[in-house]
């Protein structure tokens, strides 16, 4: 598999998808993608100097012009040793619901959101992106979609803020090779590596309405 790539590599079930810019500053650049306008991508600018550089990864002030009103409550650090690993899809339901802001620190991933909200016009329509840390994007993941990543290189490690706290009881799950969702995986995963959790999720048609399209807009 290619390691390494910085381009956004954007999928969705229906083809190809368009980045168009909502915001932008000194600090970053927030962009939505067509079709799937409640994801944001964020990449923050890196100011560089002889010492290295300086990054605001975070501002409310800027999420909130673009109508991201999550506030984060926990940051989660995951390393995966082996390329080929993949951790999804998840999401948790009621009031342990999460938005997600995720970025990976060290190494590559291929980052999924899937949109599970019964009744939205893109219900079970995907994004994927490249995060790496060479490329400082970030994927927004609001509540209502599930989330997962397989990494690209060995070692890597993945930074992400959450709008609730872990809850087990409220953890749920997508398959991840759910042919509904038809995730093109990076080529080579062909025997991913996958926790005894996520080899047993359900199938997206079989999951209750935990996230109406009318409660959860985009």
Known sequence: MAARNPCPGVRSRRGR???????????????????????????????????GF??????????????????FVQENHALSYAAGTIRGLH????????????????????DVAVDIRRGSPSFGRHVAVILSDENPKQLYVPVG????????????????KVSAYYDRDAERGVAWNDPDIAITWPA????????????????????PDFFPFAQFPD
């Open 17 to 51: 998808g368009r980045w168009y810019r909502i915001w932008t500053n000194n600090s970053m650049d927030i962009t939505a993608i067509e079709g799937l306008p409640a994801v944001r991508a964020i990449l923050p600018s890196r100011h560089r100097d002889a010492r």
């Open 54 to 71: 300086f990054s605001e990864v975070w501002r409310d002030d800027a999420m909130q012009r673009v109508g991201i009103d999550a506030r």
């Open 91 to 110: 999401f948790q339901i009621g009031k342990a619901a999460q938005a997600k802001l995720v970025r990976c620190c060290r190494g590559s991933m291929f």
């Open 145 to 160: 979609f599930a989330h997962g990543y397989c990494t690209l290189e060995p070692d890597t490690e993945v930074l992400y």
């Open 188 to 207: 080579g995963v062909r025997e991913p590596i996958l926790a005894a959790k996520d080899r047993c999720f359900p199938r997206l048609a079989d999951l």
